[in-house]
């Protein structure tokens, strides 16, 4: 189910829902700072780049002595079972469960975990600040909406923590701890996901099978499940061609429903494409993994697979339009970030903690970034490569 179809399911159904439940509660009041709880329960249903975000909140919750008890999508079953931060993975079809019998077995599930605290991970989704709320948990902390349409969503917390969007959004996370003391490093640092040896073995056999197992390797990520987020096809055919010509192999990594968009700029690159491999829908997220050490340096639209190949310390260079750098740009020493739209009235419009969505097609914001400005950028971010290992990180 496309985005835009949950986003509106969650208003209209859950919307209600939360304003039923919240009727005649007081707002959340500002507490003292109580101890990180024996056992909290955190929600984040979708969002690959998000939850790779608030690892470092989960690392340090982790090393207070907390248990974590994760409440999950399907896509996100796997890799993150293999995370030395999560304890127990509870996992929600959130696209089926709430139009099915199921929605009161999972409801049940949560009310029966024994749990001191929920933390709602996500800006503006009530789905998750009502599992919360279902759930025993005495504290349930989450982020202050400023859409009034979402004022019944903020009354379902006990601690609401405040959202400027001027921060980065690892931070912003980290934030959601206040109410136990916990206080963020500075610098706050992302932490590469864990992944097996079987992961690294399936990547080497794939890089094999596409003739470019020795070449050095460049990563893209060019689609994208939000069209407003994506920089024109034309763009990204236009740079691929140019690393080939000079030698690399470009591999485009996203997801299932990203293969014919990654296949169109494979055919504008034309005679050059045997060096580059359309590996969306191919490698698992554990092999993406895997895959970042190999790389060269990562380019990006603004999405999961950014923030993946900056977690892995690997330069990354991110293209920003209807979200802004400051609250998303690729998280590491070595990393950069291009955004025109600060002379545009629209941009950026990705603004969830207020409830609003990017919504247009060809966003003027994004094709304002030019093909010669994504050069230079990749110029800086090969120097930053052939720096000494652990250099910037």
């Known amino acids: 189910m496309r985005f835009e179809s949950l986003s509106w399911l969650d208003d209209r159904i859950c919307g209600p829902a939360c304003r039923l439940l919240a009727s005649g509660r007081r707002a959340p009041e500002k507490n003292a700072p109580a ?3 024996d056992h909290v329960l955190l929600v984040k249903l979708r969002g690959i780049g998000d939850i790779i975000l608030a690892m470092p909140m989960m690392q340090a919750l982790k090393e207070s002595g907390t248990r974590i008890t994760f409440v999950t999508g399907p896509a996100n079953r796997d890799w993150l079972a293999r995370q030395k931060c999560i304890d127990d993975l509870l996992v929600v079809d959130f696209q089926r469960v709430w139009r099915s019998p199921r929605i009161f077995s999972l409801l049940r599930r949560i009310r029966n975990l024994q749990v001191d605290a929920c933390i709602d991970l996500t800006q503006s989704a009530h789905f998750s600040a ?8 005495a504290m349930r902390i989450g982020f202050e909406n400023r859409n009034r349409r979402k004022r019944n969503k903020n009354r379902m917390y006990t601690h609401l923590v405040p959202f400027s969007g001027s921060e980065h959004m690892a931070a912003c996370f980290f934030d959601l701890l206040q109410p136990f003391g ?13 992944y097996s040896s079987a992961d690294i073995d399936a990547v080497s056999a794939f890089l094999r099978g596409a003739g470019c197992a020795t070449a050095p390797l460049v990563g893209i990520h060019a689609s994208g499940a939000i069209p407003a987020k994506r920089w024109p096809f034309s763009g990204w055919a236009e740079i691929c061609g ?5 030698g690399y192999a470009v591999i485009a990594v996203g997801g299932d429903g990203e293969q014919e968009a990654v296949a169109s700029i494979a055919a504008a690159i034309g005679s050059r494409s045997p060096r580059f491999v359309n590996a969306a829908g191919r490698l698992t997220m554990m092999q993406l993994f895997a895959l970042m050490p190999r790389l060269k340096f990562f380019v990006a639209n603004d999405g999961g697979p950014m923030h993946v190949a900056a977690a892995a310390g690997l330069p990354t260079l991110g293209l920003f339009g209807p979200e802004v750098p400051r609250r998303y740009s690729p998280l590491n020493d070595s990393s950069l970030a291009l955004y025109k739209g600060g002379d545009l009235a629209c941009s950026p419009c990705s603004k969830p903690y207020e409830g609003s969505w990017p919504t247009c097609r060809r966003p ?4 304002a970034i030019t093909p010669a400005d994504v050069r230079r950028a990749i110029g800086d971010l090969e120097q930053r490569s052939a720096a000494p290992a652990g250099a910037g990180h």
């Open 182 to 194: 916990i206080r963020r490093p500075q610098p706050l640092r992302l932490q590469p996901p864990a």
């Open 242 to 246: 140019d690393l080939i010509h000079r």
């Open 35 to 37: 101890s990180p709880p």
């Open 364 to 367: 003027l914001c994004l094709s």
């Open 130 to 137: 009502i599992l919360g709320y279902v759930s025993p948990a």
